[in-house]
T-cell receptor, first 112, second 115 residues
Framework: QKEVEQDPGPLSVPEGAIVSLNCTYS??????FMWYRQYSRKGPELLMY????GNKEDGRFTAQVDKSSKYISLFIRDSQPSDSATYLC????????????FGSGTRLLVRP | DAGITQSPRHKVTETGTPVTLRCHQT?????MYWYRQDPGHGLRLIHY???????DKGEVSDGYSVSRSKTEDFLLTLESATSSQTSVYFC??????????????FGQGTRLTVV
């Protein structure tokens, strides 16, 4: 079993829709949770960062962490065609020597 | 861009040959990482470095070695390339400063094909 599970998609939504992307994990030591966005043939770029449980909002993006359920989510409001990309969750804990563990990524397509 | 340059960007090599990929940073960040990305597997850590001459293995280190003789350069060597090492390789850096150490900046990637 992988430490981090993520549905690969693809997830296809119409422009303006609310998108929900999710990851589950098994290691209860994870404390830092991140979402990266990766456009085709580019390197991943950090989108959102959350420490421990709770919500964090940045513009159209909201990251949620539920440590009791070992479940994290990224919500995108008013989705745009430019949001079409692969979204990777990543996480680490203080006992992980700062190694990021990534999900396999969810491919999102926002249709105009 | 976070000041990370990977070279070469594309390479085709033959089975059994050694290959070295280079990652160069201008940010003076302490931590450097090599990942490979394959369909269905996401990003998997090969090796990482937490300082000059200080390196450690990741989850898929077999068949790879690394060296870091200067802060700015982190080299990944495939000792004897195999077709299973055909992949996209990403270098990443992070600051190593408290909580913000978890924020990694990635290079543009190197597409390696082993024939």
């Amino acid at each position: 079993q992988k430490e981090v599970e993520q549905d690969p998609g693809p997830l296809s939504v119409p422009e303006g829709a609310i998108v929900s992307l999710n990851c589950t994990y098994s290691n209860s030591a994870f404390q830092y949770f991140m979402w990266y966005r990766q456009y085709s043939r580019k390197g991943p770029e950090l989108l959102m960062y959350t420490y421990s449980s709770g919500n964090k909002e940045d513009g159209r993006f909201t990251a949620q962490v539920d440590k009791s359920s070992k479940y994290i989510s990224l919500f995108i409001r008013d989705s745009q065609p430019s949001d079409s990309a692969t979204y990777l969750c990543a996480m680490t804990g203080m006992d992980s020597s700062y190694k990021l563990i990534f999900g396999s990524g969810t491919r999102l397509l926002v249709r105009p | 861009d976070a000041g990370i340059t990977q070279s070469p960007r594309h390479k085709v090599t033959e089975t059994g040959t050694p290959v070295t990929l280079r990652c160069h940073q201008t940010e003076n960040h302490r931590y450097m990482y090599w990942y490979r990305q394959d369909p269905g597997h996401g990003l998997r850590l090969i090796h990482y470095s937490y300082g000059v001459k200080d390196t450690d293995k990741g989850e898929v280190s077999d068949g790879y070695s690394v060296s870091r003789s200067k802060t700015e350069d982190f080299l990944l060597t495939l000792e004897s390339a195999t077709s299973s090492q055909t992949s996209v390789y990403f270098c990443a850096i992070s600051t190593g400063t408290g909580r913000r150490n978890t924020e990694a900046f990635f290079g543009q990637g190197t597409r390696l094909t082993v024939v």
